[in-house]
């Protein structure tokens, strides 16, 4: 397959992961809290989408190795390693959202803060990826690498903030949500929309695409 080809593919998880990201907290996570026995469907659904958006960040996570190898192969992989860090992390604390589910009242409002606690940590992981890759993206298109850079940034300092003062990072939430979703799916749309790679190998440059800024 050419590198172009998986770009498109991981295009299209990537926008699969935002949106189901965006439905699950405002749709089930936010408009629900604690589950009882009168949402427990809808909080099991947002469930299985976490699994699902988790497959497709690890699909994600390869093509940006693919993709990136070419310009640095080391850092790629080492953007690998610490973004499969994050999705362990954040697979582990989803183990809490079923306990939420199964245990009404206090015992599952704890559950669900330590999902979120668990979540901010993975989120600090990704930061640090989407810098990385982002520096190695802004190698082929500078507006791109610069935006998904600054997601990385609002993504780290929230998770600092996370660690150092709780209070705080629950008031900037919505404010780092602005620049993390524009610089993602800046991103996405990037990958899914660039001409990566000619010829039969599977190994282009996207250096060598005029599609690319």
């Given at each position: 397959m050419q590198t172009r080809s998986y770009a498109r593919v991981g295009g299209v998880l990537y926008l699969v992961v935002i949106a189901i990201g965006a439905l699950i907290e405002l749709g089930?996570?936010?408009?629900?809290?604690?589950?009882?026995?009168?949402?427990?469907?809808?909080?099991?659904?947002?469930?299985?989408?976490?699994?699902?958006?988790?497959?497709?960040?690890?699909?994600?996570?390869?093509v940006f190795y693919v993709v990136l190898r070419d310009v640095n192969r080391e850092l790629a992989l080492l953007g690998v390693m610490l973004n499969m860090v994050g999705v362990i992390v954040e697979a582990a604390s989803t183990v809490q959202l079923v306990l939420a589910g199964f245990q009404p009242g206090p015992a599952g409002g704890m559950a669900v803060m330590t999902f979120g606690t668990g979540f901010g940590i993975a989120l600090f992981f990704n930061g640090i990826v989407c810098?990385?890759?982002?520096?190695?993206?802004?190698?082929?298109?500078?507006?791109?690498?610069?935006?998904?850079?600054?997601a990385g940034l609002a993504y780290a300092a929230h998770s600092v903030a996370l660690v150092l003062a709780p209070a705080v990072a629950m008031r900037m939430f919505m404010y780092i949500a602005v620049p993390a979703f524009i610089g993602e799916t800046t991103t996405a749309v990037w990958l899914l929309f660039t001409s990566a790679g000619r010829g039969a190998g599977s190994c282009g440059s996207l250096a060598a695409s005029p599609s690319v800024p």
């Open positions: 089930i996570r936010q408009r629900i809290g604690v589950p009882d026995a009168a949402n427990a469907g809808l909080w099991r659904l947002g469930i299985l989408g976490e699994l699902v958006l988790l497959v497709c960040a690890v699909g994600v996570t390869w810098g990385l890759f982002g520096w190695l993206i802004h190698r082929l298109s500078r507006v791109v690498g610069t935006l998904y850079m600054l």
